[in-house]
């Protein structure tokens, strides 16, 4: 069954989008067919019928190419630097902690609210949301807004009560 969010982003969409995508990933990269069928798993024959556009990767196959290859202009262009949050909710985990350091947000994302020291923004393509702090690194990301919004406050007034001691 297909995963769908609110915003319509599924598995399908996804795969669809990196599958169409791949003959150029593999281009920028300057692999042959065969060393990117080897490493994202798939067969040469199959990867030539993904490069044709007769089939797609299937979404197991386009996350982990998406995942391997997250610094790949191409992938860039499509996802910006939120290739794992975007997996993680299309997979089904609705809100996670981050741990990562972000590029800030400037072209994928658009800021809603904003706090003496974090931003929530949301993602341009799957409409979910983040919370970044100053220093640009994920405190939380999810699908419904509200809770977002009440997490930036929670999370808000966490810091400064820590900063008040």
């Given at each position: 069954?297909?995963?769908?969010n609110?915003?319509?982003?599924s598995?399908e969409?996804?795969?669809?989008?990196?599958?169409?995508?791949?003959?150029?990933?593999?281009?920028?990269?300057?692999?042959?067919?065969?060393?990117?069928?080897?490493?994202i798993?798939i067969?040469?024959?199959?990867?030539?019928?993904?490069e044709?556009?007769?089939?797609?990767?299937?979404?197991?196959?386009?996350?982990?190419?998406?995942?391997l290859?997250?610094?790949?202009?191409?992938?860039?262009?499509?996802?910006?630097?939120?290739?794992?949050?975007?997996?993680d909710?299309?997979?089904?985990?609705?809100?996670?902690?981050?741990?990562?350091?972000?590029?800030?947000?400037?072209?994928?994302w658009?800021?809603?609210?904003?706090t003496?020291?974090?931003?929530?923004q949301?993602?341009?393509?799957?409409?979910h949301?983040r919370?970044i702090?100053d220093?640009?690194?994920l405190?939380?990301?999810?699908?419904?807004?509200?809770?977002?919004?009440?997490?930036?406050?929670?999370?808000?007034?966490?810091?400064?009560?820590?900063?008040?001691?």
């Open positions: 069954m297909d995963r769908v609110e915003q319509g982003f598995r969409i996804f795969d669809k989008m990196v599958s169409d995508k791949l003959r150029l990933i593999r281009a920028e990269l300057d692999l042959t067919q065969d060393k990117m069928s080897e490493t798993g067969s040469k024959k199959t990867l030539v019928q993904v044709k556009g007769r089939q797609t990767l299937g979404f197991t196959a386009s996350a982990l190419t998406a995942v290859f997250r610094k790949s202009e191409i992938v860039e262009s499509m996802f910006g630097d939120s290739v794992l949050e975007i997996l909710l299309i997979a089904g985990k609705r809100q996670s902690k981050g741990w990562y350091k972000t590029m800030g947000g400037k072209v994928w658009t800021e809603l609210e904003r003496d020291h974090f931003s929530l949301k993602h341009v393509l799957t409409g949301c919370i702090d220093d640009k690194f405190h939380y990301y999810s699908m419904d807004l509200a809770e977002a919004q009440k997490r930036l406050q929670e999370l808000e007034q966490a810091d400064t009560e820590q900063q008040g001691l």
